[in-house]
């Protein structure tokens, strides 16, 4: 069974920083495509930021600069820091995984998720 198992929202001013981490079990990250996405209030979740070892990252455009996807393959861990948090970054953020080597960041191409943390940034 695969779970993954966010942590590390928070309720934050404009221009501070988080540390998301989603910890997976069952499921070895670096071996297949891992990623954040997030849904704001009345919006469709988008994908953030996704890593794969065999093609790299993949950021959307209005997080770029701001938000650094890693991984501790180690821990089977991966981590987004958010920096620069803007009230438009506001948003329940999912960890999304896929048993595929090949990147992809997108809602309908993910197999796996977890339950999400909340991240309300405030201006």
């Known amino acids: 069974e695969v779970l993954l198992v966010e942590s590390g929202g928070g309720s934050v001013q404009a221009g501070d920083s988080l540390r998301l981490s989603c910890r997976a079990s069952?499921?070895?990250?670096?071996?297949?495509?891992i990623g954040w996405f997030r849904q704001a209030p009345g919006k469709e979740r988008e994908g953030v930021a996704c890593l794969s070892d065999r093609d790299g990252e993949y950021y959307r455009d209005s997080v770029k600069g701001r938000f650094t996807i890693s991984s501790d393959n180690a821990k089977n861990t991966v981590y987004l820091q958010l920096n620069s948090l803007k009230p438009e970054d506001t948003a329940v953020y999912y960890c999304?995984?896929?048993?595929?080597?090949?990147?992809?960041?997108?809602?309908?191409?993910?197999?796996?998720w977890g339950k999400g943390t909340l991240v309300t940034v405030s201006s």
């Open positions: 999304g995984a896929a048993g595929v080597p090949e990147l992809r960041c997108y809602d309908y191409g993910m197999d796996y």
């Open positions: 069952g499921f070895r990250v670096g071996r297949y495509t």
